[in-house]
Nanobody, 117 residues
């Protein structure tokens, strides 16, 4: 089992920035692919970004150039740096982990990000 705990969400004005963190435990972190998803009530969960071995990254088109995913294996932590935030980025952001590329088996509880206009 992998436990994931997110932090860093909050309220920010449009154009602002936030950095989300997710600490993982329970398995060797460097063997895990890590991702971020977001969900708005009444809508399906949306993939945001992921990072895999060799630092291969994937992003949804709507955040390319604004969000950056990174990881610190020494701290068992994955980050999501979010710049130039827009009101449409408002959602609960969840951290996820998996061992196969773009397949996620473990999920965190989520952290709320609210972007005001």
């Amino acid at each position: 089992q992998v436990q994931l705990v997110e932090s860093g969400g909050g309220l920010v004005q449009a154009g602002g920035s936030l950095r989300l963190s997710c600490v993982a435990s329970g398995r060797t972190f460097s063997n895990l692919g890590m991702g971020w998803f977001r969900q708005v009530p009444g809508k399906e969960r949306e993939f945001v970004a992921s990072i895999w071995s060799g630092s291969t990254t994937y992003y949804v088109d709507s955040v390319k150039g604004r969000f950056t995913i990174s990881r610190d294996n020494a701290k068992n932590t994955v980050y999501l740096q979010m710049l130039t935030l827009k009101p449409e980025d408002t959602a609960v952001y969840c951290c996820a982990a998996g061992t196969m590329v773009q397949v996620f088996d473990y999920w965190g509880q989520g952290t709320q990000v609210t972007v005001s206009s």
